[in-house]
């Protein structure tokens, strides 16, 4: 029943800066794990960037970490992945996604735990 939809890609130099957006709608009771992954052609989904709904605890895949922030507004229905410092390698589909429970670290790496997806967002860095 719950529903998300991303915003906020597009085309940047390397350097630059995006912020994504994922509003979250529909029957949100309870605690989830929510977050982003990215994916490009031919390569596994890969996490980018999870956080807890009640705690704001948050978990970041070492290739992101201290580039991108991962945030939720004060409703707690809309995640924010604000991504600075860009690089080529950063381009990718980006998806958020979420599922009921606490996060752990291992999420990053296990894309098949999450049961609700967002249709994607493209982002696009240059040199």
């Known amino acids: 029943q719950v529903q998300l939809v991303e915003s906020g890609g597009g085309s940047v130099q390397a350097g630059g800066s995006l912020r994504l957006s994922c509003a979250a709608s529909?029957?949100?009771?309870?605690?989830?794990?929510m977050g982003w992954f990215r994916q490009t052609p031919g390569k596994e989904r890969e996490g980018v960037a999870i956080i807890e709904r009640y705690s704001g605890t948050t978990y970041y895949a070492a290739s992101v970490k201290g580039r991108f922030t991962i945030s939720q507004d004060n409703s707690k229905l809309t995640s924010y992945l604000q991504m600075n410092s860009l690089k080529p390698e950063d381009s990718a589909m980006y998806y958020c996604?979420?599922?009921?429970?606490?996060?752990?670290?291992?999420?990053?790496?296990?894309?098949?735990?999450?049961?609700?997806w967002g249709q994607g967002t493209q982002v696009t860095v240059s040199s």
């Open positions: 996604t979420a599922v009921v429970g606490i996060c752990g670290s291992w999420f990053l790496d296990a894309s098949g735990h999450f049961d609700t």
């Open positions: 529909g029957y949100i009771s309870n605690n989830y794990c």
